[in-house]
């Protein structure tokens, strides 16, 4: 559960937001920005709906939360108990959301997340403002990427020539799921699908020796994200070449990913990272990864990016060379990068990058 403090923070950016758009409240109805304002509360009742079950309302006075009947037990016991939150429900059939918001912002001007009659959509004003987290906000980012490792660590190693990838797949969800996470993405490829597809929904091939998991874990609202690959039999020397590539990129990644720096710098020698190892245009068959936290990727990084890493900002770079990928999630801290995702049995490769050393996941043989 999140401190007073950090709600306080919350409700102190929101509000600098209000002033800035001259808005009488704020209407925050995703999940994604629910989860943000509640300190890690969760609105969702379908996973794949942008949008929650209740608004948080934040006025220049006080902060609300606005939901039907159904869910505002939960919601007001469950996801933001003792917060300071002031409970405004409804009867599901009444469908009164709109006139209590509108008579929470007395008249005013107001600004949304989502679609609402007559209001001014800040999204996009809004992001910038969940970007840097608050340190409680790290540490239960801590608690995703170490069980997230632990899980995909646990998947791989129980994984068996002959399963099927939607096997492997419903493997890994369920210690996602049983560790009170949410799997928001899960791709699994075996042998040459890997080489394939980049983004391979799970199949019915049947793994021969060679397996690629990828996870997008979700709690509290952030999101964890983290691949790994578990190969039965020694690896060919084509792919330990490729693969000792794409760690040697994702080390540049992580090394340049400082607070202060420009991502489009960062995102620069990452590709020079690529020419180095002699896989120059690979980059060009799959996006990079970029700034991650409350969504998946809060947008896809490039050499035209003008944004700069800021402090205790979370990134999650997953460069990939044609049959092997290398991905974790990080966080830029002050005076350090800190990689949040990765398990203490699996084996890894240490990068020297600019003198200092970056360890990356290695291929698991089995």
């Given at each position: 559960m999140a401190s007073l403090a950090e709600i306080a923070e919350k409700e102190r950016r929101a509000r600098q937001l209000m002033k800035e758009q001259g808005l009488s409240a704020l209407v925050l109805s995703t999940?994604?920005?629910?989860?943000?304002?509640?300190?890690?509360?969760?609105?969702?009742?379908?996973?794949?709906?942008?949008?929650?079950?209740?608004?948080?309302?934040?006025?220049?006075?006080?902060?609300?939360?606005?939901?039907?009947?159904?869910?505002?037990?939960?919601?007001?016991?469950?996801e933001a108990a003792g917060l300071g939150f002031q409970l405004e429900s409804y009867n599901?059939?009444?469908?009164?959301?709109?006139?209590?918001?509108?008579?929470?912002?007395?008249?005013?001007?107001?600004?949304?997340?989502?679609?609402?009659?007559?209001?001014?959509?800040i999204e996009s004003s809004l992001a910038p403002y969940r970007v840097s987290l608050t340190m409680e906000e790290v540490d239960r980012y801590r608690w995703i990427g170490a069980n997230t490792a632990e899980c995909m660590s646990e998947a791989c190693r129980q994984i068996k020539p002959g399963m099927a990838e939607h096997e492997i797949a419903a493997l890994l969800d369920q210690k996602i799921i049983a560790r009170g996470m949410i799997p928001n993405v899960t791709l699994i490829a075996t042998d040459e699908r890997i080489s394939k597809y980049r983004h391979p929904i799970p199949s019915d091939k049947k793994l021969e020796k060679y397996a690629m998991l990828v996870i997008c874990a979700r709690k509290w609202g952030l999101i964890c994200s983290t691949t790994r690959l578990a190969h039965f039999g020694t690896l060919s020397d084509e792919l330990r070449r490729?693969?000792?590539?794409?760690?040697?990129?994702?080390?540049?990644?992580?090394?340049?990913?400082?607070?202060?720096?420009?991502?489009a710098s960062v995102f620069n020698a990452a590709k020079a990272a690529y020419a180095k190892t002699g896989f120059g245009e690979?980059?060009?068959?799959?996006?990079?990864?970029?700034?991650?936290?409350?969504?998946?990727?809060?947008?896809?990084?490039?050499?035209?990016?003008?944004?700069?890493?800021?402090?205790?900002?979370?990134?999650?770079?997953?460069?990939?060379?044609?049959?092997t990928k290398s991905e974790d999630t990080i966080i830029a801290l002050d005076g350090?990068?800190?990689?949040?995702?990765?398990?203490k049995d699996w084996p890894y490769i240490d990068v020297n990058v600019n003198g200092g050393i970056i360890r990356r996941a290695d291929i698991l043989e089995l």
């Open positions: 999940q994604v920005n629910f989860a943000w304002a509640t300190g890690g509360g969760d609105s969702h009742v379908a996973i794949s709906s942008e949008g929650g079950s209740a608004s948080v309302v934040i006025t220049p006075e006080a902060r609300y939360i606005v939901c039907d009947n159904i869910e505002a037990g939960r919601i007001i016991e469950e599901w059939w009444d469908n009164r959301r709109q006139e209590i918001i509108e008579r929470l912002a007395g008249g005013g001007k107001i600004g949304s997340d989502a679609a609402f009659p007559g209001a001014q959509i490729k693969h000792n590539a794409v760690v040697e990129v994702d080390a540049a990644f992580i090394a340049n990913t400082k607070v202060g720096a420009d991502v690979e980059w060009q068959l799959h996006h990079q990864g970029g700034p991650t936290g409350y969504l998946g990727r809060d947008y896809r990084a490039s050499s035209a990016t003008k944004d700069t890493v800021k402090m205790n900002q979370a990134f999650a770079w997953n460069p990939s060379i044609t049959g350090k990068t800190e990689v949040i995702s990765m398990a």
